[in-house]
């Protein structure tokens, strides 16, 4: 289920902006993530992740499309080098769906009661 999670911001994030498909999308898929027993810590890291996606690809891709105008490169060479560095990105997304520890392990460093 964390992966039609992941799934569902990637596409979202690809033709939105990451704070209005927080919550649009967010509020929707937070119930199925706490029918899955998904921690609600786990739920944003991965909606994060999988909206950052959003903000280097196309067509929506301001982040990419900004950086191009700044430096005057055009788009099609940065994008090469982009896809490159996506590829670890789905992995460290993989890794959290897969491994909720991962995404929690720091907070419940810092604060291993609001955890609970």
Do not use: N
Request: aromatic content about 10%; charged content about 10%.
């Amino acid at each position: 289920m964390g992966f039609f999670i992941a799934f569902t911001f990637l596409v979202v994030g690809c033709f939105l902006d990451a704070i209005p498909a927080i919550i649009i999308v967010g509020t929707t898929l937070q119930p199925l993530a706490e029918s899955v027993h998904m921690h609600p810590v786990q739920f944003a890291i991965v909606s994060i992740i999988s909206l950052a996606f959003g903000l280097v690809t196309p067509p929506y891709g301001l982040c990419l499309m900004i950086s191009c105008a700044v430096a005057k490169v055009p788009l099609k060479f940065a994008l090469k080098d982009t896809m490159i560095m996506l590829v670890p990105m789905l992995v460290v997304l993989a890794a959290c769906i897969v491994w909720p520890e991962i995404p929690l392990f720091l907070p419940r460093l810092v604060s291993p009661e609001f955890l609970k």
